[in-house]
C-alpha cells in the first residue's frame, strides 16, 4: 500500500473556504496519483463512522455527497500528483477529520486525516 499525507486543514470562519491537498508520501517511487482507480475524502465526526465527501476517477468522473454539492470541488493534478478538495461556503457542520484514500486493484490507502475547524 501507498501511504497518503494530506494537508491545507485548519481553522475557518463559517461561509470561508479551505483547500485539501493529498499526495502519496515519500520518493516518486512511492506512486503516482494517475495509479490509483478513484481517489476521493471521507470525513469523520467525534464517536462516528466516517462518511463519503467527494471522489474523482483516474478518468476525471466526480462524484459528491449531497452536502457536498455546490459547495465543495475535487480535482486531480497529476503533474503535481496530488488530489485536491476545494471546500467553499463552509458551514459549522462540516467540522471533522478528513481523510484522504486512493483505491488501486490491490486495495485501498488511507491518509492520517486532516482536522478542519469551522468556528465564528
Known amino acids: 500500500q501507498v501511504d497518503l499525507v494530506e494537508s491545507g486543514g485548519g481553522l475557518a470562519r463559517p461561509g470561508g473556504s479551505l483547500k485539501l491537498s493529498c499526495a502519496p508520501s515519500?520518493?516518486?517511487?512511492?506512486?503516482?496519483?494517475?495509479?490509483?482507480?478513484?481517489m476521493g475524502w471521507y470525513r469523520q465526526f467525534p464517536g462516528q463512522e466516517r462518511e463519503f465527501v467527494a471522489v474523482?476517477?483516474?478518468?476525471?468522473?466526480?462524484n459528491y455527497a449531497d452536502f457536498a454539492k455546490d459547495r465543495f470541488t475535487i480535482s486531480r493534478e497529476g503533474g503535481k500528483n496530488t488530489v485536491y478538495l476545494q471546500m467553499n461556503g463552509l458551514k459549522l457542520e462540516d467540522t471533522a477529520i478528513y481523510y484522504c484514500?486512493?483505491?488501486?486493484?490491490?486495495?485501498?490507502?488511507w491518509g492520517q486525516g486532516t482536522q478542519v475547524t469551522v468556528s465564528p
Open positions: 515519500g520518493s516518486a517511487s512511492a506512486g503516482n496519483v494517475d495509479s490509483f482507480v478513484t
Open positions: 474523482t476517477t483516474r478518468y476525471g468522473d466526480t
Open positions: 484514500y486512493g483505491t488501486t486493484l490491490s486495495g485501498t490507502s
